[in-house]
Protein backbone atom coordinates (compact mmCIF):
# COMPACT_ATOMS: atom_id res chain seq x y z
CA UNK A 1 0.00 0.00 0.00
CA UNK A 2 2.51 2.40 0.61
CA UNK A 3 4.33 1.46 -2.34
CA UNK A 4 1.50 2.40 -4.34
CA UNK A 5 0.34 5.95 -2.53
CA UNK A 6 3.90 6.74 -3.09
CA UNK A 7 3.52 6.09 -7.01
CA UNK A 8 0.24 7.43 -6.62
CA UNK A 9 1.30 10.74 -5.78
CA UNK A 10 4.39 11.14 -7.99
CA UNK A 11 2.36 10.79 -10.38
CA UNK A 12 -0.34 13.07 -9.72
CA UNK A 13 2.07 15.97 -9.25
CA UNK A 14 3.33 15.01 -12.95
CA UNK A 15 -0.14 15.17 -14.34
CA UNK A 16 -0.45 18.87 -12.97
CA UNK A 17 2.32 19.78 -13.84
CA UNK A 18 1.96 18.57 -17.36
CA UNK A 19 -1.76 19.70 -17.54
CA UNK A 20 0.09 23.33 -16.58
CA UNK A 21 2.62 22.88 -19.16
CA UNK A 22 0.32 22.21 -21.94
CA UNK A 23 -2.37 25.28 -20.96
CA UNK A 24 1.38 27.61 -21.00
CA UNK A 25 2.19 26.06 -24.12
CA UNK A 26 -1.17 26.34 -25.77
CA UNK A 27 -1.52 30.18 -24.69
CA UNK A 28 2.19 30.71 -26.06
CA UNK A 29 1.25 29.44 -29.47
CA UNK A 30 -1.71 30.79 -29.82
CA UNK A 31 -0.68 34.09 -29.36
CA UNK A 32 2.16 33.20 -31.63
CA UNK A 33 0.07 32.20 -34.87
CA UNK A 34 -3.82 33.08 -34.14
CA UNK A 35 -5.61 36.44 -34.64
CA UNK A 36 -4.66 37.91 -30.98
CA UNK A 37 -7.98 38.83 -29.10
CA UNK A 38 -7.78 42.68 -29.00
CA UNK A 39 -7.36 42.61 -32.82
CA UNK A 40 -10.28 41.24 -33.58
CA UNK A 41 -13.78 43.05 -34.09
CA UNK A 42 -16.34 43.15 -30.96
CA UNK A 43 -19.85 43.41 -31.29
CA UNK A 44 -23.02 44.85 -28.86
CA UNK A 45 -25.90 42.68 -29.16
CA UNK A 46 -27.74 44.93 -31.30
CA UNK A 47 -24.71 44.42 -34.02
CA UNK A 48 -22.82 47.88 -33.19
CA UNK A 49 -18.99 47.61 -33.79
CA UNK A 50 -16.85 48.21 -30.48
CA UNK A 51 -14.53 50.79 -30.93
CA UNK A 52 -11.19 48.87 -31.58
CA UNK A 53 -8.45 48.88 -29.27
CA UNK A 54 -5.03 50.68 -29.68
CA UNK A 55 -5.52 50.81 -33.55
CA UNK A 56 -3.00 53.80 -33.84
CA UNK A 57 -0.34 50.58 -33.53
CA UNK A 58 -1.67 48.53 -35.66
CA UNK A 59 0.16 49.01 -39.51
CA UNK A 60 -0.37 52.40 -41.51
CA UNK A 61 -1.41 51.38 -44.99
CA UNK A 62 -1.28 54.56 -46.23
CA UNK A 63 -1.76 58.58 -45.66
CA UNK A 64 -3.58 61.17 -47.87
CA UNK A 65 -4.20 64.65 -48.07
CA UNK A 66 -7.84 66.13 -49.37
CA UNK A 67 -9.03 63.02 -50.62
CA UNK A 68 -12.21 63.78 -52.05
CA UNK A 69 -14.84 61.27 -54.00
CA UNK A 70 -17.43 63.68 -54.70
CA UNK A 71 -17.86 63.77 -58.80
CA UNK A 72 -20.88 66.18 -58.91
CA UNK A 73 -18.88 68.81 -57.19
CA UNK A 74 -15.22 68.22 -56.56
CA UNK A 75 -13.69 70.60 -54.31
CA UNK A 76 -11.28 73.73 -55.87
CA UNK A 77 -7.73 73.20 -55.53
CA UNK A 78 -6.65 75.22 -52.59
CA UNK A 79 -4.99 78.22 -53.04
CA UNK A 80 -1.30 78.83 -53.07
CA UNK A 81 0.22 78.07 -49.76
CA UNK A 82 -2.95 76.82 -48.51
CA UNK A 83 -3.39 74.00 -46.95
CA UNK A 84 -3.79 70.41 -48.95
CA UNK A 85 -6.58 69.59 -47.14
CA UNK A 86 -7.33 67.17 -43.95
CA UNK A 87 -4.55 64.23 -43.49
CA UNK A 88 -6.36 60.75 -43.74
CA UNK A 89 -4.41 57.74 -42.28
CA UNK A 90 -5.37 54.11 -43.08
CA UNK A 91 -4.18 51.19 -40.12
CA UNK A 92 -5.09 47.73 -40.49
CA UNK A 93 -4.86 44.64 -38.21
CA UNK A 94 -1.15 43.32 -37.78
CA UNK A 95 -2.10 39.79 -38.17
CA UNK A 96 -4.27 40.50 -41.20
CA UNK A 97 -1.70 42.55 -42.74
CA UNK A 98 0.45 39.13 -41.99
CA UNK A 99 -2.32 37.08 -43.49
CA UNK A 100 -2.48 39.55 -46.51
CA UNK A 101 1.49 39.53 -47.04
CA UNK A 102 1.69 35.63 -46.87
CA UNK A 103 -1.67 34.88 -49.09
CA UNK A 104 -2.16 38.25 -51.54
CA UNK A 105 -6.10 37.77 -49.36
CA UNK A 106 -8.22 39.98 -46.68
CA UNK A 107 -9.20 37.15 -44.02
CA UNK A 108 -12.27 37.41 -42.50
CA UNK A 109 -12.58 39.92 -40.13
CA UNK A 110 -9.66 42.31 -41.73
CA UNK A 111 -10.36 45.65 -40.32
CA UNK A 112 -9.32 48.76 -42.09
CA UNK A 113 -9.28 52.33 -39.36
CA UNK A 114 -9.59 55.22 -41.36
CA UNK A 115 -8.47 58.41 -39.12
CA UNK A 116 -8.08 62.58 -39.77
CA UNK A 117 -6.33 65.04 -38.86
CA UNK A 118 -6.24 68.81 -39.22
CA UNK A 119 -3.28 69.58 -41.54
CA UNK A 120 -1.10 71.73 -39.48
CA UNK A 121 1.32 74.34 -41.04
CA UNK A 122 4.89 74.19 -40.68
CA UNK A 123 6.05 75.42 -37.05
CA UNK A 124 9.53 75.25 -36.22
CA UNK A 125 11.90 74.02 -37.27
CA UNK A 126 9.62 73.72 -40.23
CA UNK A 127 9.88 76.37 -42.81
CA UNK A 128 7.78 74.90 -45.47
CA UNK A 129 5.16 72.11 -45.42
CA UNK A 130 2.23 70.52 -43.56
CA UNK A 131 2.07 68.05 -40.75
CA UNK A 132 -0.40 65.83 -38.76
CA UNK A 133 -1.81 68.40 -36.51
CA UNK A 134 -5.29 67.62 -34.34
CA UNK A 135 -6.65 64.65 -34.36
CA UNK A 136 -10.91 64.69 -34.88
CA UNK A 137 -12.66 63.50 -32.79
CA UNK A 138 -14.26 60.59 -35.60
CA UNK A 139 -13.42 58.01 -37.69
CA UNK A 140 -14.65 55.06 -39.66
CA UNK A 141 -14.06 51.19 -39.70
CA UNK A 142 -14.08 48.67 -42.94
CA UNK A 143 -14.55 45.14 -41.82
CA UNK A 144 -14.56 42.20 -44.04
CA UNK A 145 -17.43 39.98 -42.58
CA UNK A 146 -19.22 37.10 -44.82
CA UNK A 147 -22.92 38.13 -44.89
CA UNK A 148 -22.55 41.41 -43.42
CA UNK A 149 -23.35 42.66 -47.22
CA UNK A 150 -23.49 41.28 -50.77
CA UNK A 151 -20.30 42.92 -50.93
CA UNK A 152 -18.34 40.73 -48.24
CA UNK A 153 -17.66 44.00 -46.22
CA UNK A 154 -19.50 46.48 -44.37
CA UNK A 155 -18.78 50.34 -42.70
CA UNK A 156 -19.10 51.23 -39.79
CA UNK A 157 -19.17 55.08 -38.29
CA UNK A 158 -17.85 56.72 -35.15
CA UNK A 159 -18.84 59.80 -35.93
CA UNK A 160 -17.62 62.33 -33.32
CA UNK A 161 -16.19 59.54 -31.43
CA UNK A 162 -19.58 58.18 -30.49
CA UNK A 163 -18.89 55.07 -28.08
CA UNK A 164 -20.14 52.12 -30.35
CA UNK A 165 -19.85 52.15 -34.46
CA UNK A 166 -23.01 51.83 -36.43
CA UNK A 167 -23.23 50.00 -39.23
CA UNK A 168 -23.79 52.39 -42.46
CA UNK A 169 -26.73 51.01 -44.95
CA UNK A 170 -25.87 48.86 -48.24
CA UNK A 171 -27.58 52.08 -50.23
CA UNK A 172 -24.61 54.13 -48.26
CA UNK A 173 -22.16 55.29 -51.46
CA UNK A 174 -19.40 53.77 -50.27
CA UNK A 175 -20.35 50.41 -50.88
CA UNK A 176 -20.92 50.64 -54.34
CA UNK A 177 -17.73 52.63 -55.43
CA UNK A 178 -15.70 50.17 -52.56
CA UNK A 179 -17.07 47.33 -55.24
CA UNK A 180 -16.67 48.61 -58.84
CA UNK A 181 -13.47 51.20 -58.55
CA UNK A 182 -11.38 49.38 -55.65
CA UNK A 183 -8.13 47.84 -56.80
CA UNK A 184 -8.47 44.56 -54.53
CA UNK A 185 -11.68 43.14 -52.71
CA UNK A 186 -13.24 46.29 -51.96
CA UNK A 187 -9.96 47.64 -50.61
CA UNK A 188 -8.41 50.94 -52.05
CA UNK A 189 -4.88 49.05 -52.34
CA UNK A 190 -3.77 51.61 -55.62
CA UNK A 191 -3.72 54.32 -52.79
CA UNK A 192 -1.74 52.32 -50.17
CA UNK A 193 2.15 51.43 -50.77
CA UNK A 194 2.81 48.07 -48.89
CA UNK A 195 -0.49 46.67 -49.94
CA UNK A 196 0.43 47.71 -53.84
CA UNK A 197 3.95 46.49 -53.30
CA UNK A 198 2.87 42.89 -52.36
CA UNK A 199 -0.04 42.81 -55.60
CA UNK A 200 2.93 43.97 -57.67
CA UNK A 201 0.93 46.79 -59.13
CA UNK A 202 2.60 50.39 -59.38
CA UNK A 203 0.96 53.47 -58.41
CA UNK A 204 -1.74 54.02 -60.39
CA UNK B 1 13.31 -0.88 -3.75
CA UNK B 2 10.56 -1.19 -5.41
CA UNK B 3 8.14 1.25 -3.93
CA UNK B 4 11.55 3.69 -4.25
CA UNK B 5 11.83 3.03 -7.58
CA UNK B 6 8.16 3.86 -8.33
CA UNK B 7 8.38 7.30 -6.37
CA UNK B 8 11.86 8.07 -7.78
CA UNK B 9 10.37 7.43 -11.21
CA UNK B 10 7.45 9.52 -10.73
CA UNK B 11 9.31 12.38 -8.97
CA UNK B 12 11.57 12.44 -11.93
CA UNK B 13 8.69 12.77 -14.50
CA UNK B 14 7.95 15.68 -12.51
CA UNK B 15 10.32 17.12 -12.60
CA UNK B 16 11.21 17.20 -16.17
CA UNK B 17 7.49 18.20 -16.80
CA UNK B 18 8.30 21.03 -14.35
CA UNK B 19 11.65 22.18 -16.17
CA UNK B 20 9.38 22.00 -19.53
CA UNK B 21 6.60 23.70 -18.04
CA UNK B 22 9.08 26.82 -16.32
CA UNK B 23 11.49 26.98 -19.98
CA UNK B 24 8.14 27.43 -22.25
CA UNK B 25 6.77 30.17 -19.55
CA UNK B 26 9.93 32.14 -19.66
CA UNK B 27 9.85 32.30 -23.62
CA UNK B 28 6.25 33.37 -23.20
CA UNK B 29 7.22 36.09 -20.47
CA UNK B 30 10.22 37.12 -22.58
CA UNK B 31 8.69 37.42 -25.86
CA UNK B 32 5.42 39.60 -23.76
CA UNK B 33 7.99 41.89 -21.71
CA UNK B 34 11.31 42.32 -23.61
CA UNK B 35 12.20 44.18 -27.09
CA UNK B 36 12.14 41.51 -29.49
CA UNK B 37 15.05 40.99 -31.44
CA UNK B 38 14.07 41.77 -35.06
CA UNK B 39 13.20 45.35 -33.21
CA UNK B 40 16.98 45.90 -31.96
CA UNK B 41 19.46 47.91 -34.13
CA UNK B 42 22.15 45.81 -35.30
CA UNK B 43 25.38 47.05 -36.66
CA UNK B 44 28.11 45.38 -39.06
CA UNK B 45 32.06 45.22 -37.20
CA UNK B 46 32.87 48.58 -38.67
CA UNK B 47 29.69 50.70 -36.60
CA UNK B 48 27.02 50.66 -39.68
CA UNK B 49 23.75 50.37 -39.09
CA UNK B 50 22.14 46.93 -40.60
CA UNK B 51 18.65 47.86 -42.70
CA UNK B 52 15.79 47.76 -40.13
CA UNK B 53 13.66 44.81 -41.22
CA UNK B 54 10.00 45.23 -41.34
CA UNK B 55 9.83 48.72 -40.46
CA UNK B 56 6.47 49.26 -42.60
CA UNK B 57 4.71 47.14 -39.62
CA UNK B 58 6.09 49.35 -36.60
CA UNK B 59 4.29 52.23 -35.20
CA UNK B 60 3.69 55.11 -37.86
CA UNK B 61 3.92 58.08 -35.74
CA UNK B 62 3.15 61.06 -38.21
CA UNK B 63 2.64 61.38 -41.68
CA UNK B 64 3.75 64.95 -43.48
CA UNK B 65 3.52 66.59 -46.75
CA UNK B 66 6.75 68.81 -47.97
CA UNK B 67 8.14 70.19 -45.09
CA UNK B 68 11.43 71.73 -45.08
CA UNK B 69 13.65 72.76 -43.14
CA UNK B 70 15.48 75.24 -45.16
CA UNK B 71 16.42 78.31 -43.55
CA UNK B 72 18.29 80.25 -46.01
CA UNK B 73 15.74 79.41 -48.78
CA UNK B 74 12.42 78.29 -48.00
CA UNK B 75 10.99 76.32 -50.87
CA UNK B 76 8.24 78.42 -52.80
CA UNK B 77 4.62 77.12 -52.09
CA UNK B 78 3.38 75.01 -54.55
CA UNK B 79 1.22 76.56 -57.55
CA UNK B 80 -2.55 76.18 -57.01
CA UNK B 81 -3.15 72.39 -58.21
CA UNK B 82 0.31 71.29 -57.64
CA UNK B 83 1.37 68.07 -55.49
CA UNK B 84 1.70 69.81 -51.99
CA UNK B 85 5.44 68.19 -52.21
CA UNK B 86 6.62 64.72 -50.63
CA UNK B 87 4.99 62.39 -48.63
CA UNK B 88 7.35 61.90 -44.98
CA UNK B 89 6.38 59.07 -42.75
CA UNK B 90 8.07 58.49 -39.53
CA UNK B 91 7.78 54.64 -37.95
CA UNK B 92 8.96 53.40 -34.55
CA UNK B 93 9.94 49.95 -33.08
CA UNK B 94 5.73 48.74 -31.15
CA UNK B 95 8.11 47.68 -28.07
CA UNK B 96 9.70 51.11 -27.86
CA UNK B 97 6.29 52.92 -28.41
CA UNK B 98 4.79 50.50 -25.83
CA UNK B 99 7.50 51.96 -23.35
CA UNK B 100 6.91 55.71 -24.38
CA UNK B 101 3.30 55.34 -23.43
CA UNK B 102 4.09 53.65 -19.88
CA UNK B 103 7.30 56.02 -19.21
CA UNK B 104 7.09 58.73 -21.21
CA UNK B 105 10.85 58.52 -21.82
CA UNK B 106 12.73 56.97 -25.43
CA UNK B 107 14.00 53.71 -24.29
CA UNK B 108 17.63 53.11 -25.11
CA UNK B 109 17.71 51.70 -28.57
CA UNK B 110 14.58 53.50 -29.92
CA UNK B 111 14.88 53.64 -33.87
CA UNK B 112 12.55 56.11 -35.91
CA UNK B 113 12.86 55.38 -39.48
CA UNK B 114 11.56 57.92 -42.05
CA UNK B 115 10.69 57.27 -45.37
CA UNK B 116 9.69 58.91 -48.73
CA UNK B 117 7.00 58.52 -51.32
CA UNK B 118 5.63 60.88 -54.21
CA UNK B 119 2.62 62.83 -53.77
CA UNK B 120 0.55 61.21 -56.56
CA UNK B 121 -2.20 62.52 -57.63
CA UNK B 122 -6.22 61.96 -57.42
CA UNK B 123 -6.65 58.51 -59.68
CA UNK B 124 -9.85 57.05 -59.86
CA UNK B 125 -12.46 57.32 -57.65
CA UNK B 126 -10.90 60.05 -55.93
CA UNK B 127 -11.81 63.36 -58.11
CA UNK B 128 -9.24 65.46 -55.40
CA UNK B 129 -6.41 65.36 -53.37
CA UNK B 130 -3.20 63.41 -53.45
CA UNK B 131 -2.35 60.04 -51.30
CA UNK B 132 0.91 57.80 -51.28
CA UNK B 133 2.24 56.91 -54.52
CA UNK B 134 5.81 55.27 -55.65
CA UNK B 135 7.88 54.92 -52.68
CA UNK B 136 12.07 56.44 -52.69
CA UNK B 137 14.07 53.81 -52.38
CA UNK B 138 16.51 56.12 -49.54
CA UNK B 139 15.52 56.35 -46.35
CA UNK B 140 17.06 57.59 -42.42
CA UNK B 141 16.82 56.04 -39.30
CA UNK B 142 17.39 58.29 -35.86
CA UNK B 143 18.52 56.23 -33.55
CA UNK B 144 19.21 56.71 -29.92
CA UNK B 145 22.24 54.70 -27.70
CA UNK B 146 24.55 55.94 -25.01
CA UNK B 147 27.52 57.24 -26.27
CA UNK B 148 27.23 57.05 -29.92
CA UNK B 149 26.97 61.13 -29.80
CA UNK B 150 26.70 63.85 -27.00
CA UNK B 151 23.02 64.02 -28.11
CA UNK B 152 22.81 60.33 -27.23
CA UNK B 153 21.38 60.05 -30.66
CA UNK B 154 22.59 59.66 -33.62
CA UNK B 155 21.40 59.81 -37.88
CA UNK B 156 21.78 57.34 -40.37
CA UNK B 157 21.60 57.18 -43.85
CA UNK B 158 20.68 54.47 -46.48
CA UNK B 159 20.45 57.12 -49.44
CA UNK B 160 19.05 55.46 -52.24
CA UNK B 161 18.72 52.37 -50.12
CA UNK B 162 21.78 50.85 -49.31
CA UNK B 163 22.88 47.74 -48.42
CA UNK B 164 23.74 49.46 -44.65
CA UNK B 165 23.60 52.82 -42.97
CA UNK B 166 26.22 54.89 -42.26
CA UNK B 167 26.33 57.10 -39.35
CA UNK B 168 26.12 60.74 -40.32
CA UNK B 169 28.82 62.85 -38.80
CA UNK B 170 28.19 65.14 -35.58
CA UNK B 171 28.58 67.98 -37.31
CA UNK B 172 25.40 67.85 -39.53
CA UNK B 173 22.86 70.05 -39.39
CA UNK B 174 20.57 67.69 -37.88
CA UNK B 175 22.02 66.91 -34.74
CA UNK B 176 21.84 70.65 -33.19
CA UNK B 177 18.76 71.19 -35.00
CA UNK B 178 17.15 68.44 -33.36
CA UNK B 179 19.26 69.13 -30.33
CA UNK B 180 17.58 72.47 -30.06
CA UNK B 181 14.43 72.14 -31.47
CA UNK B 182 12.81 68.92 -30.86
CA UNK B 183 10.11 69.42 -28.45
CA UNK B 184 10.98 66.10 -26.14
CA UNK B 185 14.17 64.13 -26.31
CA UNK B 186 15.51 65.12 -29.58
CA UNK B 187 12.25 63.79 -31.05
CA UNK B 188 10.10 66.30 -32.77
CA UNK B 189 7.07 65.27 -31.05
CA UNK B 190 5.29 68.39 -32.24
CA UNK B 191 4.52 66.50 -35.09
CA UNK B 192 3.51 63.46 -34.33
CA UNK B 193 0.07 63.06 -33.39
CA UNK B 194 0.33 59.55 -30.96
CA UNK B 195 3.37 61.20 -29.15
CA UNK B 196 2.00 64.47 -28.30
CA UNK B 197 -1.04 62.87 -26.94
CA UNK B 198 0.95 60.94 -24.29
CA UNK B 199 2.50 64.18 -23.55
CA UNK B 200 -0.32 65.97 -23.27
CA UNK B 201 0.40 69.20 -25.37
CA UNK B 202 -1.99 70.55 -28.41
CA UNK B 203 -0.57 70.50 -31.74
CA UNK B 204 2.25 73.76 -32.04
Redesign the interface.
Known sequence: M??VR??A???I??VI??V??VL??R??AQ??SGPPEDQLPHFTTDGALMPPAGW??W??V??????????AA??P?????AA??M?H?V?MQ?WA??EFVATGAFPEQTMFVLTF????R??????????????QPGYEVHLKKEGIDPTGWAFFGFAGGTAVGQKLPGTTPCYS?HAT?AAHDNVFT?????LR?RLGK???
Chains 1, 2 share one sequence.
Open positions: QRGVVGSAAVAIAVWRGAAETVMGSSTGLSYNQPPPPPPGPGFNYPYRYEASKSAPARAGFYEGDRCEQFYPPEAAP
